[in-house]
């Protein structure tokens, strides 16, 4: 393996078997070549799953807020802190979602996860390809 | 001497410096300026020196003059007042840097609501007390309201930074690792830092709601819309810091 150095520095260990019993012994690492590359392969994806544990900041920040909203909007629809008694309650409800307007995600992709944009990040996969090359 | 005199005399102080001169104006950058007329400034410096050789008799101050000077200590003390004021204002402004201005748009509005007086209505020789006071506290709110949003901003950048620097292996540098062992010690290690990110994210979380909460919650659309904004960059910063750790990690390896 590599690193980000020039310098090739082993980091697993590889046993080399020569079968006893042929005629034509064939060398047999272990373990092997496929594996190791299948093993890598399976590291460099749980790394960046690791980024999965963090969700979209928007998302959980409209979670957030749209509890602490919904507590405030029923409070003043039941009248605590209101100004608007002799309101309609349409118009309360009107002047409160007014009140407590937000703008709605503007796009599909503010959705997708990180995990998902890093997977697919360029550099990550440059890497990525170097590695297990 | 005469030349003196003769200015002092020819200023109307009574209409044109005290009365109708507001105590504040904006300048072009949309900061604080004094209004306070610099050559009368000057006047009443140099009056000072006047007035000791008056006291010889060898000159006598024409009237406007020696109104103005009775008025000297109350000009002195609200011209220093409204500095204060400037200066309070002025470094809020100063405070806010690119899209912080955008943000605090509001708060800003209910500032010049409470300077306005002093643009429009108030002149030198208004009682400005309450007005001084009423500034200067609404000044020292924002800015403890804007200090308090910068403070838990760089929290939430120092965190993105602890991200970005994190190295998510645990790889000894010149050991043998057999593969199964290699890979049963870097899974524990990735889960130990998939904990240690849901912390990071938790205090990220927390700073953010409460700068909204305190601050721009109940304000209007357009600060909303300023606010999705300042949370689609830093959700940029958060993934770059992201990919960051995962490339660093590689790397590593």
């Known amino acids: ?36 590359k299948k093993e890598i392969g399976k590291f460099i994806k749980q790394i960046i799953n690791v980024t999965s544990v963090v969700p979209k900041l928007e998302g959980v920040f409209r979670k957030d807020r749209e509890e602490v909203v919904e507590k405030l909007k029923e ?50 996969n440059n890497i990525t390809t170097y590695i297990t090359e | 001497m005469i030349k003196q005199e003769n200015r002092a005399n020819n200023r109307n102080f009574d209409t044109k410096d005290e009365r109708t ?30 007035a000791k050789i008056q006291t010889f008799g060898l000159i006598t101050f024409p009237l406007p003059l020696t109104r103005l000077l009775t008025k000297k200590d109350q000009l002195r003390v609200l011209r220093e007042n409204v500095m204060l004021i400037v200066r309070d204002f002025n470094g809020i402004m100063h405070l806010l840097q690119g ?32 007005f001084v006071m009423q500034c200067r ?58 904990e240690t990110f849901k912390g990071f994210f938790e205090v990220i979380r927390v700073q953010l709601f409460t700068i909204y909460q305190e601050l721009f919650l109940t304000c209007k659309s357009k600060i909303q819309s300023e606010w999705l904004e300042f949370l689609k960059d830093l959700d940029k910063s958060l993934q770059k810091s992201l990919k960051n750790a995962v490339k660093n990690s590689l790397l590593d390896f």
């Open chain 1, 1 to 36: 393996m590599h690193g980000d150095s020039q310098e090739i520095v082993p980091i697993f260990r590889v046993y080399t078997i020569l079968e006893k019993d042929k005629t034509d012994p064939k060398v047999v690492n272990q373990p092997s070549h496929d594996m190791i």
């Open chain 1, 75 to 124: 409070a003043e629809l039941t009248g605590q802190g209101s100004q608007s008694n002799n309101m309609s309650e349409e118009d309360k409800i009107a002047m409160i979602n007014k009140k407590y307007f937000f703008p709605p995600p503007s796009s599909s992709k503010s959705e997708i996860p990180y995990v998902e944009m890093v997977s697919k990040n360029s550099e990550v």
């Open chain 2, 21 to 50: 001169v507001a105590l504040l104006k904006k300048d072009k950058s949309e900061l604080l300026e004094s209004n306070f007329d610099t050559d009368l400034l000057k006047l009443l410096f140099e009056v000072q020196y006047w």
């Open chain 2, 99 to 130: 899209k912080e201005k955008a943000l605090f748009q509001d708060h800003l509005s209910g500032l010049d609501k409470f300077i306005a007086p002093g643009i429009t209505r108030l002149n030198w020789e208004s009682n400005a007390d309450s």
């Open chain 2, 137 to 194: 506290n609404n000044c020292l709110e924002n800015y403890k309201k804007i200090n308090d949003f910068q403070t838990r901003h760089t929290k939430v950048m120092d965190q993105f930074e602890i991200i970005s620097s994190t190295i998510l292996t645990k790889i000894k540098k010149g050991t043998l690792y057999e593969l199964s062992r290699f890979m049963t010690q870097q899974e524990t290690e990735l889960k130990e830092k998939q």
